[in-house]
Structure formats: structure tokens, C-alpha cells
């Protein structure tokens, strides 16, 4: 057999906390479609992003149709025909999808028509539906993927990586895009497809690779295996399976209501439509949706940081128009942010002083004018060892914990300073498998102690497995509101895209 | 009413180098913290270059390169070595500030009589010049002026239409998708900036050569800052720098026209010279800036 | 974290023996000779109690414009307008000096214009922090131009009203005795405004890392967005901290009017302002580290003083150090997280298995 297309060998890649490749060993052949497959924090991106010039390995070779290469930047691997799709898209706003797929391919004056006229043919020849002209920060993210897509197809790539492709994709949309990765290793292109789920490698992969903790664990061709064989190998050990989530009680109070609410982002744009749900205390209400419909909206508008223009909001009796977002924290009301970093945890600051975030403006924890710091520390610790948080202690600074660790900080947090209702909004994205399971654990808890949950979620499984009720988004509206015995994938899959349909 | 125009326009012209070479600089990524300080420099070695050798080339050419040469100054400390750019170009501007009163002490001692050098002539071009009420104001100027009149068209066009415009407003937006498409980003960034020193050390020459005729150490008063507010201003577009700098370029003609003509009877004195200043102050209040480059003081760093 | 201390200890004073080395350069290069300069300067400042008190005399007012750009720094937000701020709040203080100076026992008066001149301060200064609040303007650039138009309104004022009574100089005539600050070291210079000034930025540090007040502070400077989420209206912290810092650049004009010059002159003391945003940095914002960096300037400019009238190196020499030793200090941050990078990977390294 000829020598392989791409052959990666015995690469090492330390980062300055954790080791994120060990002397893998991968080799990608002429029109074959790769599945690298694995949880978060697996290596997988690692791995690609050394082969694309984006991180230098510490130690390993990388040979291409058998010739020793040197990668160190995208553009070497670009000359290489090698391209790669990551999940933040390196995509410039402001700008038109030409001058965005042009960049760094043309020299000397621009001749727009002329570049207008490329694009549109080269998307022609997909079938990817695209206006050259277009802003691409206004485009939704199918499309904008669609535009990085045609980036790599412009300079002739003979090689595209994706990151967790189907992250931000509806349903349908991930069956264009494989359509496109099919008729793309048709025509004798190689794939990598990089992902955590099952289902996916099962339908487009050649041949699967399983990365677990920076090593390959296994590789298997699509037709000698089978979900169960690749979870396991995936995973390591059989999970323990979640403790059974009892029925909501049918009288409970109901603890947060929202009527016809309608909301406008900055620029008029509606984002949230005639929305109405409602919650009983001790229940879960799973949201889900594709990413981008409108779900973040709701959890800013129930947590305070975003005003309805209409409708109303209610926690209880208590009507929530023009209540602020620090009454609201002392009204009980919790909120585990998507984006962690950003939004939930100050990173340069100490774990201690992450957990008084929303409580430094009681009496809590003051003594006289001054902070009482020893009360302080000493919850901070109970917190870690209530949490399993692995840190060296309270002073440790939130940028030194891993990911996992900062979310669990979050969640014991807003968990111990909620008092009715808490909204967690993609709370296990980017999380390993042990941190996943704590959450769900919590969360299932918080249930049990007799608060409402909101729980926002993009993935299906997530939301099947805690939800007592589960609504589905699209455009800021709700699609329905469903117990969870009466959906199947199927259905929620069509109502994810718009589909309002009756029937199974 | 036609001198104060054509003074306007005078008065435009450091501004508008200044300008302008903020706005490439800044729709990379950098703002140019130290334009202060290269001004200072310009002006220093313009009028040092000038009166040692007697040429006004002479003294151009010395702005130039002590501006490009305190640019470098900061554009190694920012661009490569990552640091703070609003710190970074506060220290450099003490240190040129220091520098410049330092060596001005140094060179001269304390003259009597404080030493001047001929500032630049107008050149009024030949026919253009007499056209009725136009022609003094716009075709009467001397030779940096009519430079200045080259700047904004050229900067517009390198801008918005040929590759080099579109990797430099990408790399301020997202400089990881420039990196990507195989541009050295800190290798763009640190040109612009010593872009930034070239222009603005002419900017700064211009006041002590090419207007007053002599250097005092508080010659640029803060018109680096005004320069550098104007790119704000001006939505970081060439011709809104433009529209700026003739904004201001007025101000000062009125304030210098009211001053000399006795107008502190009705207006302090004191009001007069502090109008650019305030005049900014309305300014930034006012525009809500919907331009700004994504990612503008941030530094960029790769990951792996 | 007793390693990381040390580390920002020996870098900064590596930082300032290599900013003293390169201003030695410099006047190595025109033909001075650095090492007696130096020496004089040393041997100069410990050589009377005059000359040594002089060095807490000039620290004061630069500990409050300090500790000015410092808080709202806390907060991200950058100051420069301290300078601008230290005129208003010395046009203040004279005005009142000079309206009770004789008429309201001693500390009474001073405490009056000291509390006046805080408060135009506060004002001036929250008036960038409102513009960035309900604007979203540059406080940078404002703060900044907020300082020309405060020379502007202090030279008004000296050229009419507070004129002194000869009407030949623009600037006032000399407060009343009984509004001087107090000495406390007699035979010098050296004023109550030190002790005053000391006092301030241990509050200050107070204030910043012990209470809830500072606490926001400090979360609005490191992440907005999180701040905004736990229910803290960031728009009132930048009022606050603006505020906060325009009091501390005027108490800075009170000092230096009531403590040494006993009247108002025009254009006095210009470089406070930046000199003061350099000891900030150069103390990373810590109002303890303000204390002792304030005094490392005073000695300087002490010296300065003295090399200009002794050596014929002009007294500019001094700002020349200061910029050179903040470039310095700027390129440890640099060495130093290089060398932290360093440390945790070689860490890592050592426990990977073969």
C-alpha cells in the first residue's frame, strides 16, 4: 500500500500545566475520512492543531506523502494543502464573506468583482447557498461555517480538520455538512473529524481513532465496531448510572413564570417571541435548542441582566419588572453562566474571593467597616472539600484551577446562594467526564431540596436524562413544552429546526 | 475670514499626520500611546537638525528618524515583548520630555536671547493660487501642508483597497485569522508603528520648524493627545480624521486670531487656549464609537 | 507566595539600579562624569538634616497623585488627569486660605481647606468618571485634556481675582501663618502633609483590600462582565473611583500650598502629575508600595536639584531617570513572566514519566 497521505509519529505536547499529547502516533490516508474521537480534554485539538502549525510539538515527526515536513505556522501547513476548521472561527466580523476568504491569498490592489465572481462559483460548485457580499458577523453560524469551509476550498486544501463541527449546527444542518465531507473524500480529499459523539462517527467515519487523557486508546474501521465498543473505549470504565430522578410532586407552588415575554437585543433585532413557560418548585425544566436561538436570552432576562420590552416575569408572586440584578440574588435566585470565564468567575482572583461574588454586599460577611477574611477562607474551604474542588486551598488564584474545577466553584456557589430558583446554562460544555457527572449529581440534587431548575442545554442527551419537562427553542420562540416520556429524538430534532408539526 | 481659513488649514496639517498614521496604526491593533513623546522628539530634532546645519531638510530628516527611532522604542516593548501600551508610552513620553529639555540645556545652555531658526516659506503654486477665494487658501501653503493633502487619499486607498489595507484592518479585529492566513501579525503591527514615528515626528517638526520658528520644551502642549483623540473621533476612518483635524484646525486658527486681535476683552484669554481641549472633551462625550477596532490595545499572543 | 514577593522585590530593584545605569549613560555620552554626579548626589542627601527631610517634603504630594492614577487603576480605568486634578484642588485651597487665614483659629482653618479643596477635587475629578459611565467615553483621553483646561482655569483665577495685591507676578499673596501646616522636624522643611499623606495611603490600602466597597473595585477591574452578573453597577464604582482619586490629586495641591509655599504660584510643580503615575507603576498600584516608591522619587528629585546647582548637569536629568527606570520596571514584568512560564514547564517536565 502507498505510504499514507499525513503520518504523525511519537508526537509529544506538554502546555505549562498538563501533559496534552503523549507520543501518539496517527497516520491519515488519500480520500479517507478520520473520526478522532473522544471527551473534553482528551488531546484531540491538540493533536490537529500541532499537524496545522498552530502549536509546536515538543518531540515527534510528521511526515507527508512519506517526506520528513516541516510545520511551523497554518501557512506552511496550508502550502501543504493542510486546512483546519476550528471551533472559534478565525473569521473577521465586520468584514464581507469575499474579504474574508481572500485574506492573505491576494496581493497587490484588490480587484473585487474579480474576487466576487471566484467565490461565487467555487460555492456554487458545493451548493453552499452564500451571498459573497455579506457581513459575515451577520450571517447565522451554518452559514459561517460554510464560509471558513470555502476559506480552505479556495487555497485548494486537500486536507480539512474539524473541530467539533456539529456543535452549533441544527440537525439539518449536520446532514448538509456531512453531505458536503462525503462528496468531499468522494473526490479523493482526506477529512479529520474531530468530535465526542457517537452517533456522528458512526454515520461519516472511515476509520475511528479514540484519544482518551493525550493517548490513542484505539482504532477501530467503522465496519468492525459499534457505539457500545467505542463508548467503552472512549470512557474507560463503565459509568455509574445516575441515581433515578423521582416525579416532580403534581402541587407544588409554582416558583417562576414567564407570560408572553418579549425581549429586543441592542439593535431592535427581536431575540426573544411571546415566550411563556413555567416552573414548580422541585422540578426541572430542560431547554434545548441549537445554540444562537435565543436561550441565552431567556436566562439573562430571568436572571436580571436583560429587560423584557413585554410580557411579564415572575418569581412566586413577586413580579420581577424593573428588579435588578442584585435584588435578584438576594431574592434567590442562582445563575451558572454558559461562559465561565467571562461571565462567572473572576480569573485573577482567589478562589475565597470567587465565592463572595454576589454576597459582598450583606452583612454576611463583614466585620465592623472591614471584610472578615478568616470567615471568609474558612467557607471557601468547606466549599472545596464539599465540592471535591481540586485546589492547594482557598488563596489558590481561579486561573490556576482547570476547567472543571472553576465550573464546580461556580456551581457550588450559585447552588449555595440560591435559594429558590437556579438556572444552569450549558453547565458540563468543555467539562471531562468526572466533572460531568458532578454536576449532573447537583443539579439532580438541587431538585431534591425542593428548588425550580432551569436548565439550558444544547445537548440532547444532558437534557433527557435530568429534565422532568423539556421546552425547545427556535428564533426566541418556544416550540412546545413537553413531558419528557412524550418526545423522541426524532421529534425534537425537527422542532430544534422549526418544524412545529404534530406526530411523532 | 480667507486668513483664518488658510490658517486653519495650516494649523490642520501636524494634526493631520498625526492622525492619520494613529488610524493605520490603530486598525492594527496598536494604539500609538507614545505619539506625545514623538512629536516632542519630532519637534526637538527638527529644530536642533535645522539650526545646527542650517538646512530645514536637515531638520526634517532628524524628526523623522528620532521619531521612528522612539516608535521602535515602543513598538519592541508593545508588539513583541507584550506589555501595556498605555504604560509603556506614559514612561517614554517622561523620558523623551526629560530627554528633550535635557539636551536642549546640554547644546545651548540658557540663551539670552532664545535662538530661532527660519521657519518654512509658503510656496504658493503658480496659477492654482489665484483662483478668487480657493486659491489662497488651499494652493498658498508651504510644502508640508501640501504633503498633508497627499495623506488622507493615499492612507484611504492602501486602506480599503489593496491587500495590505485589508490584512491591517483584519489583524485589529482578529489577529489570529491574519495569523492564520500566514501574515506575521507583530511584524505588521511594529511597521505601523514606526509608520506612526515617522509621521508623527514630522507632525512634531512642524511646530517648531515649519510654524514657530523655535522650540520651547511645552511646544506640543497636548496636540499629540488631540492627534491621537482625533483617530477616536474620526471613527478610525482616514476621512474622518480629516473632518476632525479641520474641526480643530479652525478652533486653534479662531483661538490664535481672537488672541492676537484683542479679543480678551470679551473672551478670557484663558478660554481661548483651553478650547481644543474642552472641544475634545464635547467630542469624545458625544461620538459613541461604533468602529473600534475588536481588538485594539490587546496584544497578541499565540497559544502553542 | 513569599517566592513571588522576593521575585518582585529583586526586580525592582533591578529595575531601578538599570534605570540609574542608563541615565549614567547618558551623561556618560555628553561628556559628564556620572560616577561623581552620583556620588554627590548620595553624599548630598544624607549630608544635613535639611537636605535628607527634603526627600519626605517632595514625597508627599507624590504619594496622593499616586495613589490618584492607583484607584481607579484598581478598577482598569486610567487617570492621567492628576495633575489637572492637583491645580484644582491647590486653587481651592488657596482661595479659602486666604479667605479664613486669620479669621478661623489654626487647624480649623486648615482642616476647611483641605476638606474644600477635597471635595472641588472629587468633583472635578468624577466628572470623567460620569462621562464614562453614561457615555462610555474614553476616560483616558478626557481625564487627560481635563488637566489643560484645569491650568487654564488656575491661570485665569491668578491673573484676576486671587492676584496678589502688587498685581506684578500672577500669583497670590502669602496665606496667613495660622493656615500653614506645622512643621514636625524643626530646622526643615518638613510638614505635617508627610504624616497626613502616609496616614491617607494606609487607608487607602484599607479601603482597596479590606473592605467590600474595595472589594467591587477590584472585581470591576478584572472582569466587567462578572462584576455585572453578581448585581455590581460598575457605572457607580467608575463615579466612585474618579471621585475618590480627584480628592486625592487636590489634598496633593493642599499639601504642597499649605505646607510649603504658603501662596499660589502659577504653573508650579508640573510634572506631579506624571511623575506620580510613574511611582504607580513602578509600585504596581499598592498604596504601601506608593509610600516607599514616593520617597525613592523624592530622593531623586532632591538629588537632581542638588546636581544641577553643583555639577552643571541640568536638573531635566531627573525626569530622565524616572523614565528610564519605568522602562525598566516595564521590561521585569516582562523577564518575570517569561521566568514564571519557565519554572512551571521545566515543573512539568520533571514529573512526566520517560
Known sequence: MAAPFIEMRDITKLFAKVVANRRVNLSIGRGEVVALLGENGAGKSTIMKVLYGLYHADSGTILVEGERARIESPKDAMSLGIAMIQQHFSLVGPHTVVENIVLGNVRGIIDARACEGKVRDLAGRYGFDIDPRAIVRELPVGSQQKVEILKALYQDARLIIMDEPTAVLTPQESESLMGFVRAYAEAGNSVVFITHKLKEVMEVADRIVVMRSGEIHGERKREETDERELSSLMIGHELPPLPPSSPAAEGAPVALRLELVNARDRRGVVCLRDLSLSIREGEILGVAGVSGNGQDELCEVVCGSRQASSGSVRLGERDLAGVGIRERIELGIGYVPADRQRDGVVMEMSLAENMILKSSFGKVWRRGPFLDLRRIAASARKAIEDYSIKAPGPEALAKGLSGGNQQKLVVAREVEGSRRLIIFNQPTRGLDLGAIDYVHTTILGEKRKGKAVLLVSTELSEIFALSDKIAVMYKGAIMGIFPKAELSMERIGLLMAGYSGVGA | ?304 | MKARFLDLLVSVAAAVFLGLAASAAIMLFLGKDPLSAFGLLASSLIRDKYTFADIFVKAAPLILTALAFAVPYKASLFNIGAQGQFYVGALVASAVSLAVGGRLPGVLGQAVALLAAAAAGGLWGSFVGFAKARFKANEFLISMMSTYVALAIMNFFLRTSLMEAKHEYPQTDSFDQGVWLPLIVGDTRLHAGFALAVLIAIAIWLVIYRTPFGYRVRVVGYNADAARLAGIDSKRTYVATFFIAGALAAAAGFVETNGVQHMLVQGFNPGLGSEGIGIAILANANPIGIVFASILFGALKGGGVIMGQMSGIPASIIEIMEGCVMIFVILSYFARSIVERRREKRELQRRMPA
Open chain 2, 1 to 304: 475670514m480667507i486668513n483664518l481659513l488658510a490658517n486653519a488649514l495650516l494649523m490642520s496639517t501636524p494634526l493631520l499626520f498625526g492622525s492619520v498614521a494613529e488610524v493605520l496604526a490603530e486598525r492594527s491593533g496598536m494604539m500609538v500611546t507614545a505619539i506625545e513623546g514623538i512629536f516632542l522628539i519630532g519637534a526637538f530634532s527638527g529644530f536642533v537638525g535645522a539650526y545646527a546645519c542650517k538646512s530645514l531638510l536637515v531638520g526634517l530628516a532628524a524628526a523623522l528618524g528620532s521619531g521612528v527611532v522612539v516608535a521602535a522604542l515602543y513598538g519592541w516593548i508593545t508588539v513583541y515583548l507584550k506589555q501595556h501600551q498605555v504604560v509603556t508610552g506614559t514612561a517614554i513620553n517622561i523620558l523623551v520630555a526629560g530627554l528633550c529639555s535635557f539636551l536642549m540645556r546640554v547644546f545651548f545652555g540658557v540663551p539670552v536671547i532664545p535662538l530661532t531658526v527660519e521657519p518654512l516659506k509658503k510656496l504658493p503654486i503658480p496659477l492654482l493660487s489665484g483662483i478668487p477665494l480657493l486659491g489662497p487658501i488651499l494652493f498658498a501653503q508651504n510644502a508640508l501642508t501640501y504633503a498633508a493633502y497627499l495623506i488622507v487619499p493615499v492612507a484611504w486607498f492602501v486602506l480599503y483597497r489593496t491587500s495590505l489595507g485589508l490584512t491591517i484592518r483584519s489583524a485589529g479585529d482578529n489577529p489570529e485569522a491574519v495569523d492564520v492566513a500566514g501574515e506575521d501579525v507583530d511584524a505588521l503591527r511594529f511597521s505601523l508603528v514606526l509608520v506612526a514615528g515617522a509621521m508623527g515626528g514630522i507632525a512634531g517638526a512642524f511646530y517648531s520648524i515649519g510654524y514657530l520658528g523655535m522650540f520651547t520644551t511645552n511646544i506640543i502642549g497636548g496636540r499629540g493627545w488631540i492627534a491621537f483623540a482625533i483617530c477616536f473621533l474620526g471613527n478610525w476612518n482616514p476621512l474622518g480624521a480629516l473632518a476632525g483635524t479641520l474641526v480643530f484646525g479652525v478652533a486653534e486658527a479662531v483661538a490664535i486670531s481672537m488672541q492676537s486681535s484683542g479679543g480678551g476683552q470679551l473672551v478670557p484669554n484663558e478660554l481661548l487656549i483651553a478650547l481644543p481641549y474642552i472641544l475634545t472633551i464635547a467630542l469624545t462625550m458625544a461620538r459613541r464609537s461604533f468602529n473600534v477596532p475588536g481588538k485594539l490595545g490587546v496584544p497578541y499572543a499565540k497559544e502553542g
